[in-house]
């Protein structure tokens, strides 16, 4: 039987592979395309239930995305022996032209725009296990990126 403290453990796996530029959509990187989807909306954030599969602002092109981050988490959770009913929400958070922290977004090392990742797992005792991630980039732009052949 697992034991509830892994679930940070899971939340920073999740996180890691999310902002990784192997999380692609349609051959493009997901954060970029994600940037892309809310660049219009006055709430430059992202929020993506991995319990219900829900992703808000909606857009049916994150369904295959979301549905892969969810089968994920609920996989890792089987891989630690973690019950799913531990697990009262799972959330994934993605803030883009976030406040540049200089401890956290490098100045240069990356282009773009400084953007913040949250995976916020709660357990059924209400305690939070949370895992942070940081990056810079722009909303997607096909004539300057390479899509994958993958």
């Known amino acids: 039987m697992g034991r509830r403290r892994e679930l940070g453990s899971i939340a920073s796996g999740i996180i890691d592979s999310f902002r990784s530029r192997n999380n692609d959509v349609d051959g493009y990187w997901g954060i970029g395309k ?13 929020s993506i239930d ?5 992703i808000a602002p909606y857009d049916p092109h994150f369904d295959l995305m979301t549905e892969r ?26 803030e883009f032209e976030a406040e540049f ?7 240069r ?23 942070c991630a940081y990056t810079n980039c722009f909303p997607h732009d096909a004539k300057r990126e390479s899509r994958s052949t993958r």
């Open 109 to 131: 090392s990356a282009l773009g725009n400084p953007c913040n990742l949250v995976c916020v797992v709660i357990d059924d005792n209400g305690k939070s296990h949370v895992a």
């Open 50 to 54: 991995l319990c219900s599969q829900q």
């Open 69 to 94: 981050y969810s089968k994920m988490f609920k996989r890792l959770l089987v891989k630690h022996s973690i019950p799913f009913e531990w697990v009262r929400s799972a959330y994934v958070y993605v």
């Open 34 to 46: 994600l940037y892309l989807s809310v660049d219009h909306l006055q709430s430059k954030c992202v």
């Open 101 to 107: 922290e200089e401890r956290h977004h490098n100045w």
